[in-house]
């Protein structure tokens, strides 16, 4: 990752798109110059930012209108006059995919009012506008004769926390979008702020003594990536020739700045009702996503001054429903009467006021829960010596946040780098450029397959045993190929040669499965699942009951890829590996 490096992409530009719970953005460089990232700047009234929110907003057909501010914008227009109920509003829709297990390509997600419809093409509505207005952007920063010429690499990032389903489900949606499959691929989050900081050393010159310790070969750190829907953390380790190794599996939560959200919104549902919220979203929705953009803006500027009171602008429909619904003329009433403001909270002319360390609570859940998740990882072998703490994604910008973590754990140095919510976006484009930054991976699971092994008497229990053939065989076998937390590197490749015990077919269907348990025994056992099932073409002219496959899984990658050769034929071909069917 030094400035003499030079990308290792065959395409003249990478083009990264952070695809966030809140926020979503886009960046590129360069191949010739892939240091110099360029970002958008979107804006929302007064408001400027390098990202715009995750709405998308689509009409009664499910067609495309808008995203971002402009959907918020044009949104709370039509619902000023009640047309916004022929229309889907989404928003915070990614952390469907957080739901790994249950899982599926035709899953469904819901919009602001309820309305459901199908989540791929949702994703895919808001990747497709991403790319599209990017293109427009590219284009601005190319001359005209070099237009024809252009050819992009896509990284798309998600969350390291998130299994071969979720990547599998953004990959379908990308590809819907109209990026080629052989342009497009996938970056872990954490891993792309992990790249970014430490390129960062090449970048400024006036980093203080403590990052600079971050940076040199030998040096440990966790990682701890929060961003709007998760808490991503992991152990980092920067090698002798200057690539990362990832020393334990990324692991954490639903603890993001979305779950500060939600606290928020059920005090605003406690105070006021649960009829109240109802009818605000019923008859006065453009005030409700006032109220949730109000929030967002709020959230992030909030200081840990035990003294000083927080105000809000309340839209004055969740007064007049609240009093309507409570039948009182005062909403200082409901106020008194509640049990959730404990005497410290305020109305005021169309603001409500809080007591700053009540106003807190709402983040108090979600920072306990980062904070006991990272106690619980330093407990780990691999993490004893680790004395840096490495914060970014936009949740670590959150001042309550750094002063949590920093107070927590006085014995590590925290460091929170210039731009911290941007660290993944531009990350991931570096990453494009040069892959190999990142030298090993820690398995998250333990992956194998069903196998029917000759019974063995004495090995293998009675319970399982089959005729096959006119064969014993010990059924439902967990045949090993990677060990939770094994160090692998990027290509590591487990083979195994199949014979076909049963009828000739022209598809050889192997159940691969995952398992939490580092060294499982069978498939039903407890902590074990199917990940799903691997479809490998016979050769039609060699049906026989023992045509020969050598099935290899390609593991260490942000992705897991299988390939079959058919050893009858020679013939070598990537293989289906449907994860999202039901």
Request: charged fraction near 30%.
């Amino acid at each position: 990752m030094e400035k003499s490096i030079t990308s290792k992409c065959m395409k003249s530009i990478v083009v990264a798109i952070d695809f966030g719970t809140t926020f979503s953005g886009y960046a590129f460089s360069f191949s010739q110059n892939w240091g110099k990232v360029y970002t958008n700047h979107w804006q929302g009234g007064s408001l400027i930012s390098h990202k715009a929110p995750t709405v998308l907003l689509l009409d009664s057909k499910a067609e495309f209108v808008s995203f971002g501010y402009e959907a918020e914008d044009k949104y709370a227009t039509l619902a000023e006059s009640g047309a916004h109920k022929d229309y889907y509003l989404f928003q915070r829709f990614k952390m469907i995919l957080h739901q790994d297990e249950a899982l599926n390509r035709n899953i469904k997600c819901k919009d602001l009012s309820g309305k459901q419809l199908e989540a791929i093409k949702v994703f895919s509505h808001s990747i497709r506008f991403l790319k599209d207005h990017l293109m427009q952007e590219i284009e601005k920063c190319i001359i005209q004769e070099a237009k024809e010429k252009v050819d992009l690499e896509y990284v798309l990032t998600v969350p390291a926390i998130w299994g071969d389903k979720a990547k599998m489900f953004m990959r379908e949606a990308a590809i819907n979008a109209g990026i080629k499959k052989e342009d497009l691929i996938i970056a872990l989050e954490p891993e792309a702020a992990s790249i970014y900081c430490q390129h960062l050393q090449f970048e400024k010159e006036d980093l203080s003594a403590t990052t600079m310790e971050a940076f040199k070969p030998g040096t440990k750190y966790m990682v701890v990536d929060l961003g709007g829907g998760t808490a991503d953390i992991t152990i980092h380790k920067k090698a002798e020739d200057n690539t990362l190794e990832e020393l334990l599996p990324a692991s954490g939560g639903p603890w993001g700045g979305k779950s500060v959200d939600d606290a928020f919104m059920k005090f605003l549902r406690d105070l006021a009702g649960d009829k109240t919220m109802d009818m605000l979203k019923e008859k006065g929705m453009e005030d409700y996503v006032e109220i949730c953009r109000t929030f967002e803006t709020k959230k992030r500027t909030i200081l840990p001054d035990k003294n000083s009171a927080v105000t809000m602008t309340i839209p004055q429909k969740y007064f007049e429903f609240s009093k309507e619904c409570h039948k009182v003329k005062d909403f200082k009433e409901i106020i008194e009467k509640s049990s959730v403001c404990e005497g410290k909270v305020k109305s005021l002319r169309g603001k409500i006021k809080w007591e700053n360390d009540l106003f807190v609570q709402f983040y108090k859940r979600t920072i306990n829960n980062i904070i006991k998740h990272m106690d619980d990882l330093f407990q780990e072998k691999q993490a004893q010596d680790v004395k840096i703490i490495l914060m970014v994604g936009g949740f670590s910008e959150c001042a309550l946040v750094q002063k949590a973590v920093k107070e927590h754990f006085t014995q590590k140095k925290v460091i929170i780098p210039e731009e911290a919510g941007l660290a993944v976006l531009k990350g991931a484009v570096y990453f494009g450029h040069v892959p190999q930054a990142i030298s090993r991976r820690s398995a998250r699971h333990t992956y194998g397959i069903q196998t029917w092994p000759p019974f063995e008497k004495g090995i293998h229990p009675e319970s399982k045993k089959i005729v096959m053939n006119g064969k014993d065989r010990c059924k439902d076998v967990f045949f090993k190929y990677v060990q939770k937390g094994e160090s692998i590197y990027p290509g590591f490749k487990k083979s195994q040669i199949f014979n076909t015990l049963g009828v000739a077919k022209d598809v050889l269907e192997c159940a691969v499965f995952i398992s939490e348990d580092p060294n499982p025994l069978f498939i039903d056992e407890r902590g074990c699942r199917k990940l799903g099932i691997l479809k490998i073409p016979l050769n039609k002219g060699n049906k026989t009951s023992r045509g020969e496959m050598e099935e290899t899984m390609i593991f260490g990658e942000t992705e897991l890829r299988v390939r079959a050769e058919d050893l009858f034929t020679g013939n070598v071909q990537e293989v289906t590996f449907d994860l999202l069917q039901e």
